[in-house]
């Protein structure tokens, strides 16, 4: 698969909700091709998956 492909194939896990493989086909199109749109939707998704909001749960 290309770079692309990797990409197109992350956005349709990351809209299933399936963020784990999502993210594992954005870091293929990043090793494929570091330029790759994947890099800052593996960047935004990285921030989706580890923020914590302590507030949230302790009201």
Do not use: H, W
């Amino acid at each position: 698969m290309t770079a692309q492909e990797y990409y197109e194939q992350g956005n349709a896990y990351r809209k299933a909700g399936n963020m784990q493989e999502a993210i594992n086909s954005y870091i293929q199109a990043i090793a494929l091709d570091p330029d790759s749109p994947a890099v800052e939707a593996k960047r935004m998704l990285d921030d989706i998956m580890s923020f914590y909001c302590k507030d949230m749960y302790n009201p």
